[in-house]
């Protein structure tokens, strides 16, 4: 199912670097050619520092042919480079390495500037060179000593761009690395600096970016391929898919999925089918509901995109089709199968899956063939006896279903919602909407201009708003 595949639509928004384990996948999968999968391996790695894993991809390619004599030249460029810059770093690591300095640095940046430059005659352009070492290192293949010098250098500069371009470099290290707490962490904070200013965007956006000086389109491009980079994240890490809800779900990162890239939808639905189970206790209101505010996007957006994942919760939640859903989800199981982020998880997917279907049947029907369920579900009779006998245990169905194995169905007997418990549901939270609505006008007012007010008229008082009351 090539059609479905995203990685032609992600790698814009991707490193160069994080593009490699992606092709990797691709060439495992086998969705496209072999020999296609290896050129765009070659051409991407062409352009960076990892000569010999070039020319091991060249001879895939052309095993009749010699090896071009610039990959040559440029092994040379890189050795000598790579010589210069670590003696230019090294000079600087070996002062802020001293325990003395160590200790005399503090948290004011432009005081530890002063200071190192007074006493070791270490200026801004020397604690450059951390960076200017770590992002060749990078470039080089060697993640985990990039990491290391963009966080020294990011610890001493104060030069705000060269800190946010810091920022990505050593999230894209980490994450490379499989580092994923210290991943996550990075991830975080640059999402604060991000939300916090308008950033530079990514050294490998640039480029493109050259002709936008807007600053809150710049913002919408650096939270675009954050959004991107943060799938590497989340989808690897323990708690990933509970944080991915609880950030992409925000006002903010949910507008930038609608405006610049709607194909995210497919992991924020399956993040949402996966946290299926989890979503109770201590997590928040958002995460709980997800489900819901998701399929209302999915309706939206659905003319700009749409696939198996994001059709299963339409058809499931919306139409109601539970043979379309079904038809979905078998689709769906592929396109999540061959996913190079979702991969991991196509039977826990599947697994949750069948639990939606399950519960939004049982929730409109009060008579249910155990049969006719277990096919929907593509199980067989015996399995879809089990399914359903742990699915009221694992519910709430528990007190109003009951299960007749002669007869072969489930009966579920809900009591009426008195009408005054309705009106309860419907209106509860009206008064505080209401004052919240009111504060936000009030707000948008222009104040009136000095001296609006005629002599000796008195001031009328104002209405106070609680904010919070119910």
Known sequence: MAEYDLTQTIIPYCDRHLV??????????????????????????KGTNMVDYAVSLFEQLHPDEEVPAEFSNK????VSTNERLQQEAQAVLNVIENPDVAQALRQDKNQNLQYLKDHYGVTLEHINALYNFGQFQYTYGNYSGAADYLYHFRVLSTDPDLNISAHWGKLASDILTGKWD??????????????????SVPPAFAAASASTTDPSLMQLHSRTWLLHWSLFVYFNHPEGRTLLLETFLTPTYLNTIQTSCPWILRYLATAAVLSRKTASGALSARVRHSIKEIVKVIQMEEYQYEDPVTSFLKELYVEFDFEAAQRELTKAEIVVGNDFFLQEFKDEFLDNARYLISEAYCR??????????????????????????????ETRMGADAKIDLEKNVIEINRPPLPIYQTIIEKTRGLAFRTQALGAAISRSQPPPPPGAQTEGQQPQPQPAIVVGAR
């Open 20 to 45: 490699f384990p992606l092709l990797a996948h691709l060439a495992e999968s086998e969705l496209f050619p072999a020999e296609q999968v290896q050129a765009a391996q070659y051409e991407l790695a």
């Open 75 to 78: 092994r040379e460029n890189a």
């Open 364 to 393: 409109i029907h009060q008579r249910i063939d155990i049969a006719d369920l277990s096919e929907r579900l593509n199980l067989s009779r015996d399995e879809g006896e089990k399914w359903i006998v742990n699915l009221i245990r």
């Open 182 to 199: 210290a991943a996550l962490e990075e991830l975080n904070t640059l999402r604060e600096a991000i939300d916090s200013r308008a950033p």
